[in-house]
């Protein structure tokens, strides 16, 4: 029987992993080694744009791509992790149990947003986490339009002033009045356990939200957190209530599950501790890349962060280096040291900014530029052709 590399998840770090692997077999003349990607569904889902309108279309498909390098696609949802017979559990789209063997594993499962213990989460919340749940909202922001005028109606409460936060905040309140017309003066709340406007992301680019918050009309409740949702607002932990029909979650996310189900060290997200070409610590067989994994990016003492700037070299090199382990040819070093963010600011523009500190660089609409072009062509997967793609998945590629 053929060697079987087998990767579990088709986010970022999933396809590159799976394009990387190709990439080294296919210099090495392997015709013989199996790379199979299992997901739930043969297409890249444009997570980071989650927070923007029209969901249904952030997505990419790529049966035509896995098939141009020779990938082969499972699809299904992997619950199980045998890692002693080294195998994984799942259930197929017909929805029959299934198990499939492997000689080598990449866990590239992914996050999901983190769901505490707040009494009417589960129930009343929505979330962009997801191309679901950021449908059902989007759905939901529809329906809006054939409910009476209330204050209720027009004002949602965005739980969590991170990344995902600002960038979801900053961005409804255009949406709102596209929906509800111009009239409908919709009020858009922040409620954040941070001390200030934008405390999670640093004082470099905190004028800039400052400014785009202010322009879009988005009000901060900073130093505060949500005790309860129901189905007409939140309850504060200082007593007060806000009449709300919208309430988003984008507070803090946790690694997949099936984390759980490999021994190692984890961090408190939840990812697996990696050595510095992404092998699980402690383990033979697997590998862990993108979210699942907690991997060093330097050597100052910084980690990979929840992004796809992050999951798309980790990608690239966890597939090389998971077929460089099966070939018995050296593997290549992970490291990332430069890092950047670009936070989109709705109408405002956006916020480009460079090295841990986030050093601001542009802003307005010089950054929108930059983020427009980030969310639209550099995050996609390369078109379906063989030579094309496997050179896109060298890990030595510079990382700019």
Request: overall charge negative; aromatic content about 6%.
């Amino acid at each position: 029987m053929n060697p079987h590399i087998l990767i579990i998840g088709a986010g970022f770090a999933g396809v590159w992993s799976a394009l990387s692997a190709a990439r080294l077999l296919d210099q090495a003349q392997r015709g013989d080694v199996t790379v199979s990607v299992l997901a739930p569904q043969p297409e890249l889902r444009i997570r980071p744009r989650f927070y923007e309108s029209d969901v249904h279309g952030m997505k990419a498909p790529l049966g035509a791509l896995f098939e141009a390098v020779g990938v082969t696609f499972i699809q299904g949802h992997a619950d199980t992790i045998d890692v002693d017979g080294r195998s994984v559990g799942y259930t197929d789209n017909h929805g029959q149990r299934q198990r499939i063997g492997y000689d080598r594993l990449v866990l590239a499962a992914g996050s999901q947003v983190a769901r505490p213990a707040v009494p009417g989460l589960a129930e009343h919340a929505f979330d962009v986490d997801q191309m679901e749940s950021a449908m059902r909202l989007e759905r939901h922001l529809v329906d809006l339009a054939a409910l009476p005028a209330s204050p209720a109606r027009n004002t949602v409460v965005v739980c969590g002033g991170g990344f995902t936060g600002i960038e979801t905040a900053t961005e409804l309140p255009a949406r709102l009045r596209a929906i509800l017309g111009n009239d409908a003066a919709p009020r858009v709340i922040v409620v954040d356990r941070g001390a200030s406007i934008g405390a999670a992301l640093g004082a470099g680019i905190t004028p800039a939200i400052v400014a785009a918050c202010e322009q879009a009309g988005v009000e901060w409740l900073a130093g505060t957190s949500v005790m309860g949702i129901d189905a007409g607002g939140v309850t504060l932990d200082n007593g007060d209530y806000i009449a709300s029909k919208t309430v988003i979650w984008t507070v803090g996310v946790k690694a997949s599950p099936l984390t759980a189900q490999v021994p190692g060290e984890r961090d408190a997200l939840g990812r697996l501790r990696v050595d510095e070409h992404l092998k699980v610590i402690g383990q033979a067989h697997i590998y862990a890349t993108g979210d699942v994994a907690w991997a060093a990016v330097d050597e100052r003492g910084n980690h990979a962060l929840m992004t796809c700037q992050h999951a798309i070299p980790m990608g690239r090199h966890s597939g090389n280096n998971v077929a460089a382990d099966l070939l018995g040819v050296a593997p290549v070093v992970y490291r990332q040291p430069k890092y950047v963010t670009c936070l989109d600011l709705g109408d405002w523009g956006a916020a480009f900014s460079e090295g841990w500190e986030r050093e601001l660089k542009l802003q307005g609409q010089e950054g929108k530029a930059l983020k427009r072009q980030i969310n639209s062509v550099w995050i996609y997967p390369p078109a379906a052709d063989r030579a094309q793609a496997l050179a896109a998945a060298d890990p030595l590629i510079p990382i700019v």
